[in-house]
């Protein structure tokens, strides 16, 4: 029924529409890179070649970015407007989607923004200090992707339309 809220609790055998499945088939690779950043950050942490690691986490991180935003610009520009027409988007779901979005890139650009010149200068806690900022990040982000998967796209295939599943799949596409 369209506009039912009766997505929440949804079994594993839930079939997705073609665009909220391709949304959720972007998850797998966004978490295996997140996984190599905190391993990365891990390392760094535990004081293991933290010059060498941490050379190697700024440009992965600059390249989960770059995959990650198509992801993010495709839920919040389409999948979120689209359901913010059945729930509003200033309290709810979709705020809590957003604010987790947006929580996420602070964490990452603040990183960037702080190793901009490498570790230059950097005494070894500020090097810690902005690895914490990419294991904050994905936190959020592997709980946020469990959320969407659990909740808000199940929440999505009872609320919208099949028309409106179309135009999420064409749209989607698009970006």
């Known amino acids: 029924m369209s506009g039912c809220m009766s997505g929440l609790n949804q079994d594993s055998s839930f079939v997705l529409s073609e665009g909220l499945q391709q949304l959720k088939s972007e998850h797998p690779p966004l978490l295996d890179r997140l996984e190599e950043l905190l391993n990365l950050c891990v390392k760094i942490e535990e004081g ?18 770059a995959q990650l935003e198509p992801h993010s610009e495709r839920e919040e520009g389409v999948l979120f407007e689209m359901m913010a027409a059945y729930i509003g988007r200033e309290m709810g779901p979709i705020a809590v989607m957003e604010y987790e979005h947006d929580q996420a890139k602070r964490f990452i650009g ?10 230059e200068e950097m005494a070894k806690e500020q090097i810690i200090h902005n690895a914490q900022l990419i294991k904050d990040a994905n936190y959020t982000l592997v709980s946020h992707f469990s959320k969407e998967e659990s909740i808000l796209f199940p929440m999505a295939e009872n609320m919208l339309t099949e028309d409106e599943k179309q135009e999420l799949a064409a749209r989607i596409k698009l970006i």
């Open 110 to 119: 603040t990183f960037l923004h702080n190793t901009k010149n490498g570790t």
């Open 48 to 65: 293991i070649q933290i010059e060498e690691n941490f050379n190697k986490l700024r440009p992965a991180v600059v390249e989960f970015l």
